[in-house]
């Protein structure tokens, strides 16, 4: 069974700051590796799409990267911002069938002005 | 090209009664979902459509859950004898899916249930 785990739960830091989310699933046979952005009580934005051939993405001051092999996947966001503060969610597209998302739990991103 | 619709936002109900959550995807995406999320935790998948066939369902969709995609194009969730563990927020996503390819997922804002 698929599992997601991301690190940290929480983090919190000065505007400016460049910060690294972290992300791992128990099962490299994946098709994709989504990050998500969720504002409280909202739903979900897309913001980076990684396909298993891929290593990474770039989206503006966003950076999320892929490991296949070892399970992995880092969001790198750049000069962060008070706007940047969200939950940020890994998903990973299991292969085969439905392509439903397994979703971690979420890192809860401050940004403090 | 407006995105995920879903209607209501917010359902507050009592224990026992039945609700019905509609979702519209983005017209041209063939893939529906649902998902639920409770407080801190990432959404679980519950089932999934290709056109109007409903092709998984997720061992949380219970007896009392019931999804429908008539004519492919807007769904709806019903749950019956909705229970205290019931509130969570249900969340729809539409995709384009073409064999060997693979697309993102498309959430809308989500529909909040309290059950009392």
């Known amino acids: 069974k698929q599992e997601v785990t991301q690190i940290p739960a929480a983090l919190s830091v000065p505007e400016g700051e460049n910060l690294v989310l972290n992300c791992s699933f128990t099962?490299?046979?994946?098709?994709?590796l989504q990050w998500f952005r969720q504002d409280p009580g909202k739903g979900l934005t897309s913001l980076l799409l990684?396909?298993?051939?891929?290593r990474e993405q770039t989206s503006g001051r966003l950076n999320a990267s892929l490991d296949k092999s070892s399970g992995r996947s880092t969001l790198y966001i750049a000069a962060s911002q008070p706007g940047d503060s969200a939950t940020y969610l890994c998903?990973?597209?299991?292969?085969?069938?439905?392509?439903?998302?397994?979703f971690g739990k979420g890192t809860k991103l401050t940004v403090n002005p | 090209d407006t995105g995920v619709s879903q209607n209501p936002r917010h359902k507050i109900t009592k224990r026992g009664q039945n609700v019905t959550f509609r979702c519209d995807p983005i017209?041209?995406?063939?893939?529906l979902y649902w998902y639920r999320q409770t407080l801190g935790q990432g959404p679980e998948f519950l089932t999934y459509f290709q056109n109007e066939a409903q092709l998984e369902k997720s061992r949380l969709l219970s007896d009392r859950f019931s999804a429908e995609r008539p004519k492919g194009s807007f769904s709806t969730l019903e749950i019956q004898r909705t229970e205290q563990g019931d509130s969570a927020m249900y969340l729809c996503?539409?995709?384009?899916?073409?064999?060997?390819?693979?697309?993102?997922?498309?959430f809308g804002p989500g529909t909040r249930l309290t059950v009392l």
């Open positions: 099962d490299s046979a994946i098709y994709n």
């Open positions: 996503a539409s995709s384009s899916w073409m064999s060997f390819s693979t697309d993102t997922q498309y």
């Open positions: 017209s041209e995406h063939n893939r």
């Open positions: 998903a990973v597209n299991a292969q085969g069938g439905s392509e439903k998302l397994v």
């Open positions: 990684i396909q298993s051939s891929q």
